[in-house]
């Protein structure tokens, strides 16, 4: 059999609108293009400084030990997990989507004892179910609870969960791989210990990157740990010689572009301004959702102020094969949509609008897109009203925000 002639690789131009990732502003791909230098050259120790700085800033901190952790999200998570739980450690975990039950396993594996605190999937976690659970459990040592949970499109209340944590004399690791830059998180003041993100979501860097942040109090328990972090790669004792000093050691070959393009994606998010950016995944949020509405979508998750407006999770209406749709508007339209995960799937469809892919050119397009295979498919949508409705929705917050101005001048 003749083998296939292998050419170079040219992805097609897609626009992300699923859970990750999301398009790439070209200033970012551009700084990923530079020449590498050497992970001790000093033009690449300042830049690190730099990065420092500028994560401090997206994660709303001063922990000194903020870095970009080398690897995806899923990284992030067990390295807050290695460090931060010992065998026979009791670790009070959330789980109201996938993610939670990641961290279930992270603690298994860690030799921990997971106390579980079940969730409904599509409603925030219950921070009074915490604290019973913490009381059944004076031993606890960790509360870990997704604070943006991708698989639902809900967000949970971080600062509450934190106070009753750290009541009880917990401390909390919290996944903010979709929440950092997307909506509100602010680490030092709800005082929340160790948490991790992701480069590819609402910061729209290349994937494989993971910011981290970690509170004086998990650095403390860390270096005064008696047995060895089961994990050589992230055991924060040896990595603290490469990110958390000014005289660096080696410790692995940091991804030295990826790392420029996270530089350059976080400065973007700096000139934009933090509180800007998460105005943004709102206003571009409520015209997707006024177009939804229009077409008599419904939303997984009921309450408004549990929404995530970095990700919609829409009920597929009965009768429509949720497969099809996606598949369609990646054809016919270069759109993507992520699909349900766990007992969501083949019920909902989940709509990302994450940095760089949150504008109203994308919300428009979704919205004909959605609008036009759908009716082709027999549901009942006028076609143009979504788009109408978007409009509006633009037209009333334009108008609301200069009032505003006007009020305040
Ligand atoms: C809430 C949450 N946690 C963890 C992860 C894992 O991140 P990654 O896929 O970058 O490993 C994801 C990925 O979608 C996520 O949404």
Known sequence: MAAKKISSFHPPQRVLMGPGPSNINPRVLAAMSLPVIGYMDPAFVDMMAELKTLLRYAFQTDNQLTYPISGPGSVGMESCFVNMVAPGDKVVVCRNGVFGGRMIENVERCKGTPIIVEGTWGEPVD????????????????????????????????????????????????????????????????????????????????????PVTYSDRVIDYVTGRKDKVQSWFMDLNLILNYWGHTVRTYHHTAPINGLFALHEALLLLKEEGIENTWARHQRH???????????????LVKEEKDRLPQISTIMVPEGIDEAEVRSKLLSEFNVEIGAGLGPLAG?????????????????????????????????????????????????NQHTSMAQKARSRS
Not at 285 to 299: I, N, P, S, T
Not at 349 to 367: D, E, Q
């Open 127 to 210: 921070p009074n179910a915490v604290e019973d659970a913490l009381k059944k459990n004076p031993d606890a040592r960790i509360v870990a609870f997704v604070h943006a949970e991708t698989s639902t499109g809900c967000v949970s209340d971080a600062k509450t969960l934190a106070e009753v944590a750290h009541k009880h004399d917990c401390l909390t690791i919290v996944d903010a791989v979709t929440s950092l830059a997307g909506c509100p998180l602010k680490v030092k003041e709800w005082d929340l210990d160790a948490v991790y993100s992701a480069s590819q979501k609402c910061l729209s860097c290349t994937p494989g990157l993971s």
């Open 285 to 299: 949020y409520q015209a997707l959702k006024a177009g939804f509405e229009a077409m008599g979508l419904k939303f």
């Open 347 to 395: 019920k909902v469809w989940r709509f990302g609008l994450m940095g760089y892919t949150a504008n109203s050119a994308n919300v428009m397009l979704c919205l004909s897109a959605l609008g036009s295979i759908l009716s082709k498919m027999g549901y009942p949508v006028k076609v143009g009203e979504a788009e109408a409705a978007a409009h509006q929705s633009y037209a």
